[in-house]
């Protein structure tokens, strides 16, 4: 991919640059998204149907089983190269930030820290009651016998069902996170979008506030979406393949991470 000349020398000249993340950019892991049309878990379930306290309350086997079926799958797939860059990214400039709407522990597992989870985690559920953290079994969930049903465990502490450590909808973000992630947002000279549609708040508003606050925007999505604000560059492409290519360009490194 050819880039506009000025976004790599704009990566290498940014003080502090913020990578903001969706489900885009696990799906090179083979982790579906939300709205991908094919294989998306939005057309696969009814996800806001299931995203919710009400869903759990109604059915806390089916949820339950949904989640436990998705860690299954995260625990048997891998960081891609889109990881492993955003990870080397932070060894080539003065700060970096990375928020991720996902709920996936691929950035870490690719090396990235202090990673801004806005939507919460699979890896750390806790009783719906009394919201005591409950420890998740080192082996993998066994794929649930009946399709995705699975007994939620029970707190040690109340007896009451364990959920997914999740942000659901209707939920609110947790607010140091929030707050964390948006001055991040507010304070950049550069903010590499990757990865998501753009559909979920209060999360969407990330781009915009670095815009609007006079950084640079990458869009980096094979369906990329400018907002027509300030200083945007569009890069339509798959992340695993745009970001090792930027930082070879702007950094001439080596092709990043993975065996
Ligand atoms: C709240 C955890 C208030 C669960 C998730 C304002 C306007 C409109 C609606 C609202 C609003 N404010 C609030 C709402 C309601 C709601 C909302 O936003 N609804 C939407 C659907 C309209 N928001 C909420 O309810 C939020 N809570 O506002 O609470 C409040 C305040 C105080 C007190 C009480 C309440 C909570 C939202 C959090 C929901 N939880 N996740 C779970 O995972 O099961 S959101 C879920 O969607 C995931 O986290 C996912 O990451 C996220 C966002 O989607 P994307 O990441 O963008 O993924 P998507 O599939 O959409 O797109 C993927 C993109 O990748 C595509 O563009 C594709 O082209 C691209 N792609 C594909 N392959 C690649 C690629 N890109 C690069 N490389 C590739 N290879
Ligand atoms: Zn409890």
Same mark, same amino acid.
């Given at each position: 991919?050819?880039?506009? @000349?000025?976004?790599?020398?704009?990566?290498?000249?940014?003080?502090?640059?913020?990578?903001?993340?969706?489900? %885009?950019?696990? =799906?090179?892991?083979?982790? &579906?998204?939300?709205?991908? *049309?094919?294989?998306?878990?939005?057309?696969?379930?009814? $996800?806001?149907?299931? *995203?919710?306290?009400?869903?759990?309350?109604?059915?806390?086997?089916?949820?339950?089983?949904?989640?436990?079926?998705?860690?299954?799958?995260?625990? $048997?797939? @891998?960081?891609?190269? *889109?990881?492993?860059?955003?990870?080397?990214?932070? @060894?080539?400039?003065? /700060?970096?930030?990375?928020?991720?709407?996902?709920?996936?522990?691929?950035?870490?597992?690719?090396? +990235?820290?202090?990673?801004?989870?806005?939507?919460?985690?699979? !890896? @750390?559920?806790?009783?719906?009651? #009394?919201?005591?953290?409950?420890?998740? &079994?080192?082996?993998?969930?066994?794929?649930?016998?009946?399709?995705?049903?699975?007994?939620?465990?029970?707190?040690?502490? #109340?007896?009451? =069902?364990?959920?997914?450590?999740?942000?659901?909808?209707?939920?609110?973000?947790?607010?140091?996170?929030?707050?964390?992630?948006? *001055?991040? $947002?507010?304070? #950049?000279?550069?903010?590499? +979008?990757? %990865?998501? +549609?753009?559909?979920?708040?209060?999360?969407? !508003?990330?781009?915009?506030?670095?815009?609007?606050?006079?950084?640079?925007?990458?869009?980096?999505?094979?369906?990329? /979406?400018?907002? %027509?604000?300030?200083?945007?560059?569009?890069?339509? %492409?798959?992340?695993?393949?745009?970001?090792?290519?930027?930082?070879?360009? =702007?950094?001439?490194?080596?092709?990043?991470?993975? /065996?």
């Amino acid at each position: 991919m050819k880039f506009d @000349q000025a976004l790599p020398a704009q990566l290498r000249a940014a003080q502090r640059v913020v990578v903001f993340t969706g489900a %885009g950019v696990s =799906a090179e892991s083979g982790i &579906p998204t939300f709205r991908d *049309a094919l294989t998306g878990l939005w057309s696969r379930f009814d $996800a806001a149907r299931l *995203a919710t306290p009400d869903a759990f309350i109604d059915d806390p086997e089916l949820v339950w089983g949904w989640y436990e079926w998705r860690r299954m799958q995260l625990l $048997a797939s @891998q960081p891609n190269l *889109a990881h492993w860059a955003i990870a080397q990214l932070a @060894q080539h400039v003065p /700060k970096l930030t990375l928020i991720t709407q996902n709920v996936d522990d691929l950035h870490e597992r690719a090396g +990235s820290t202090k990673v801004l989870h806005l939507h919460g985690s699979l !890896q @750390q559920p806790r009783c719906f009651d #009394c919201n005591e953290d409950y420890s998740l &079994p080192d082996a993998a969930p066994q794929e649930p016998a009946e399709g995705r049903r699975l007994a939620p465990p029970r707190c040690s502490l #109340c007896g009451g =069902a364990v959920r997914p450590g999740v942000v659901w909808f209707g939920e609110s973000l947790p607010v140091p996170v929030m707050d964390a992630a948006f *001055a991040a $947002a507010a304070n #950049c000279d550069l903010l590499l +979008s990757v %990865g998501t +549609s753009g559909v979920v708040h209060p999360a969407a !508003q990330i781009p915009e506030i670095a815009l609007r606050s006079g950084a640079g925007v990458v869009h980096v999505n094979p369906e990329p /979406k400018a907002l %027509g604000i300030g200083r945007e560059w569009v890069l339509p %492409g798959l992340a695993g393949q745009v970001l090792p290519e930027l930082l070879r360009e =702007a950094f001439n490194t080596a092709k990043a991470g993975g /065996k």
